[in-house]
């Protein structure tokens, strides 16, 4: 087997180079041996407590499981009293209650317009154990949306859009390579979205953006510059939605003086610790 059965949730280790068949093993049906009891306890844990043995399986999952997300909000199309395509699904279904008689025809309206993700995740120290699976998420939503802009940060902001577009996620890796020096640094958050509005915001935001920020909310730069970042980005956005991973913890409470500016501004808080809290994110995607 490939190098991928030790790569860590932290880049460093998958920056360094991945196997053929790891790849392999990580971008095919997505059908796993792991028994019933054992998903659902990898879905549930932690991923700062997830162990060497099983990070493998619960990549796979990832995988698995957010394309069964992806798929399910792309069948969702509303039906609709107008004119238009008849939905045969829903008018049979209809039709029980007249005798089987398609009297009363269901209509199919147009999928909706999908919209763009901007996502901005946070890889400094304090993420180490939660980047590399939501670097894996990000990557797994990218069907969903019209478009996705991906940037990283921690003292600096870079743009990984282009790594992105990799047909299989094992091949952003090493595209990945240049920005090895940002993971595991510190965490400037509120100076890194102020060169993302002065250098991108203009180009890749709409009112059809969604803007995921993915971050601990551990902010070492002043709070007043992180809440005028998040002003301006909200005025050009359809929606803002940070999820934290220390969320996740049954004592957390958000008194950083980062989170705590940037609260008033967000749409959706949320977790972000375990697949489980990622995958709860639909209902949140369904209404874009």
């Known amino acids: 087997m490939g190098q991928i059965t030790r790569v860590k949730p932290r880049i460093r280790s998958p920056l360094l180079g991945i196997g053929k068949s790891g790849a392999e ?3 095919g049906d997505g059908r796993s041996s792991v028994g019933g009891s054992a998903l659902e306890r990898l879905r549930r844990t932690d991923f700062s407590e997830v162990s060497p043995q099983d990070h493998e399986q619960l990549e796979l999952l990832v995988l698995r499981l957010s394309n069964r997300m992806r798929v399910r ?3 969702r199309q509303q039906a609709t009293p107008q004119k238009g395509r008849v939905d045969l699904r829903r008018t049979i279904r209809r039709s029980i209650a007249y005798g089987g008689d398609p009297v009363d025809l269901r209509y199919r309206g147009p999928k909706p317009r999908k919209p763009r993700l901007v ?3 946070d890889v400094s120290g304090s993420m180490d154990q939660y980047s590399f699976f939501l670097l894996r998420f990000i990557y797994a939503l990218k069907r969903h949306f019209d478009r996705v802009e991906a940037f990283l940060f921690s ?6 859009t282009a790594a992105l577009k990799a047909r299989r996620f094992p091949d952003t890796l090493p595209r990945l390579a240049d920005t090895a ?3 595991s640094s510190g965490t400037r958050i509120g100076a890194c979205l102020e060169t993302f509005n002065d250098e991108y ?3 890749v935001l709409t009112r059809d953006t969604l803007v995921f ?6 902010d070492t730069g002043e709070p007043t510059l992180l809440t005028r970042e998040l002003q301006a980005i909200k005025q050009r956005a359809r929606k803002l939605i940070w999820l934290n991973p220390l969320l996740g913890m049954k004592e957390y409470e958000p008194l950083a003086r980062g989170i705590a ?6 749409d959706a808080f949320v977790p972000a610790h375990n697949l489980e809290s990622l995958l709860d994110l639909e209902s949140h995607l369904r209404h874009v």
């Open 25 to 27: 093993t990580l971008e």
């Open 73 to 75: 909000l792309a069948r």
């Open 119 to 121: 996502a901005l995740l």
């Open 155 to 160: 003292t600096r902001l870079t743009c990984v």
């Open 181 to 183: 020096d940002a993971w």
């Open 201 to 203: 915001a203009r180009r």
């Open 213 to 218: 920020i993915l971050s601990d909310g551990l």
């Open 261 to 266: 500016s940037a609260l008033p501004l967000i």
